[in-house]
């Protein structure tokens, strides 16, 4: 089945402990991106990859890394998590844009920052 | 910098009513606009659209584009429960940067 996994789903911390949401895509997708969703703001998007080894900022990178070194996964690290990270986040992946820019969405990480 | 506005943010209405969702866009090398609707899991995606004046259908649902006025709208006939939703649009950019930016989405019920 075509999907886009992450893990883990909910989780809860404290300021500063470092942490890695992982995401996986088994559909063999060039593009793969993170989102943040807070309430009134919509989805904001964090970094993405356009293929192994390229990173780029997206609107709110601050406080977050990312690395493609396998074209299936692309975890998101949380180097010293602070409140303000409480979020929902999504990974998502597509096939580069064509004519078809269909991004296909993870099931989503809450995460909660005490 | 870039900017993705939809309206009304919620709307609720009657099953069978039919609804028109907006969404306007200022984004710098603008490619494509899309929408997606997320109930309550991720967003799951319904339309993309690239050219100006060509509406896409899907059932129920249709969206169409216009380039000019920058602004795309999404129908929703025949509402039914299960439409309840929030809607979001997103532009992509035609550039070596390929992110989107998303609204901050319309949250639509639907009452029977």
């Known amino acids: 089945e075509a999907q886009v996994t992450q893990n883990p789903r909910y989780l809860i911390t404290v300021t500063g402990k470092k942490l890695t949401v992982t995401c996986s895509q088994n559909?063999?997708?060039?593009?793969m991106s993170w989102y943040r969703q807070d309430p009134g703001l919509g989805l904001r998007q964090i970094y993405y990859?356009?293929?192994?080894?390229?990173?780029d900022k997206g609107d709110v990178p601050e406080g977050y890394k990312v690395s493609r070194k396998e074209k299936r996964n692309f975890p998101l690290i949380l180097e010293s998590p602070s409140p303000n990270q409480t979020s929902l986040y999504f990974c998502?992946?597509?096939?580069?844009?064509?004519?078809?820019?269909?991004?296909?969405f993870g099931p989503g990480t809450r995460l909660t920052v005490t | 910098e870039d900017k993705v506005v939809q309206s009304p943010l919620s709307l609720v209405v009657h099953e069978g009513d039919t609804v028109t969702l907006n969404c306007s866009y200022e984004?710098?090398?603008?490619?494509?606009l899309l929408w997606y609707k997320q109930e309550k899991k991720a967003p799951t995606f319904l339309f993309m659209l690239?050219?100006?004046?060509i509406e896409k259908k899907s059932g129920r649902l249709s969206s169409i584009l216009d380039k000019k006025e920058l602004f795309s709208i999404l129908n929703i006939t025949a509402t039914q429960t299960g439409d309840s939703a929030i809607y979001l649009c997103?532009?992509?950019?035609?550039?070596?940067?390929?992110?989107?930016?998303f609204g901050s989405g319309t949250r639509l019920q639907v009452q029977p």
């Open positions: 998502a992946s597509s096939f580069l844009p064509g004519t078809n820019y269909e991004q296909y």
């Open positions: 559909m063999n997708h060039e593009y």
């Open positions: 990859s356009m293929n192994v080894e390229v990173t």
């Open positions: 984004v710098t090398n603008f490619r494509s």
């Open positions: 690239t050219s100006s004046g």
């Open positions: 997103a532009a992509s950019r035609d550039t070596g940067r390929r992110a989107l930016t």
